[in-house]
């Protein structure tokens, strides 16, 4: 009897004991109802989720995401009954907390974040990765130059990345000078009155004047008369057009955009600005340089008539001595009646050769008078008007060799001593 007794209490004890814990369970915990009143803010305790795929509402185990709970790389999607991240594209799992297989994304410190190989790197905001296969130059598509990269002779083909021989440029930084020739310098000419020119971008020279050999090799004909002198000498007796039209050859060569448009070819070629450039500034490709970029190149920072010094008043023609201009440049005091290879005379400090002396080179510009005060980027009108020579000759007396020496003929003007050398805008 006492032992029955004592069973029954036990099962009494453990009936009152499970009320109590029915009697303490509430809306949120598990098997319970969800909380809230409306689909919008049903929720459950930590560690339960609400079951939403019957009408019941009810909580049940496993984690429930919120907004702002999917690591950033996902949305809280609830169209299911159980609200689930819905991952962006590139990344997976419960909380799209890891990414899948190839996606890799910049963080905020720059570095790739889901990279599993190591090699990406940031660039413009995007995981890239660097590759220069079958590449000599140019950009590895995350804005890095490809090695070993091109020799100072060289340029590189903007489609089949390989070097292409056009010559030694020489890279010149913008900068600000004064152009033209003061008042009192020996041999100034009147269209020389001084200003001031800021050019707002750098640009790549030819070291030297263009050669036979290069002009010949491009254009498949040489109008030399000089041709004694041999192929390193400065190709002559070309005019404005031709010398357009080597450089519109030379941007082809690494398949840049042309500078000028031209129509027939050789000694019947005539050519003009390209007109899709506001600027000759502007044109991507190989051009003439205008005459303030000449004149600037020419000076390399100096303000004399030479960047050798000033010249003697008593010597501005042919006579000797000429201590000033003999080191520095072939003019009709010490050039024997020729030409003479390029680069035998001593190079200005910007490792420009024969800027002054040998041939008269071709600017872009047409000529004009100069402005007043301070210019930025300046360039004479073309169309209908005379093209700007400058440097002088191995014909033409001392005074000519003056950095602020400007010479004029028309575009079909050609002589024994006119020649050129390009330029092009930096990017």
Partial sequence: MRRGLSALGLVFGLLFFLSC?????????????????????????????????????????????????????????????????????????DFCDSCDATHEDCDSNGSCECDTSGTSICYLADCCTPDCTGKECGSDGCGGICEPGCDVDEACHETTWRCVNVGVFVTLEAGTFEMGSPEGEAGRQTDEAQYTVTLSRGFRMLSTEVTQGRFEALMEYNPSDH????????????????????????????????????????????????????????????RLPTEAEWEYAARAGTVTATYNGDLDSEYLDCGQPNDVLDPIAWFCGN????????????????????????????????????PTGSVIDPWGATPGSDRVLRGGSWGYGAWHARAARRYHFSPVYRSYGSGFRPVRSSP
């Avoid at 079951?51 to 169209?79: A, Q, W, Y």
């Avoid at 290879?341 to 004009?368: A, F, I, K, Q, S």
Wanted: aromatic letters at 8%.
């Fill in 21 to 93: 814990d029915v009697f303490l369970l509430e809306k949120g915990d598990l098997g319970q109802p969800c909380l809230g009143d409306s689909t919008t803010d049903l929720i459950c305790k930590p560690g339960l989720f609400c079951d939403r795929s019957s009408s019941s509402t009810i909580c049940v185990l496993g984690e429930e995401c919120l907004p702002g709970t999917c690591s950033g790389h996902g949305d809280c999607d609830d169209s299911s009954g159980r609200p689930v991240c819905s991952c962006h594209e590139g990344y997976e799992g």
């Fill in 227 to 286: 041709t004694g002198c041999g192929t390193d000498c400065p190709v002559e007796n070309v005019n404005w057009y031709e010398a357009a039209a080597y450089c519109n050859a030379l941007s082809a060569t690494v398949e840049s955009e042309e500078c000028y448009t031209c129509t027939g070819e050789h000694v019947d070629v005539i050519c003009e600005p390209n007109a899709v450039y506001a600027t000759p500034y502007d044109c991507p490709g190989y």
């Fill in 335 to 370: 050039s024997g009646d020729t030409t003479h290879t390029v680069g035998t005379r001593e190079p200005n400090d910007w490792d420009l050769y024969d800027m002054l002396g040998n041939v008269w080179e071709w600017c872009h510009d047409g000529h004009e008078d100069y």
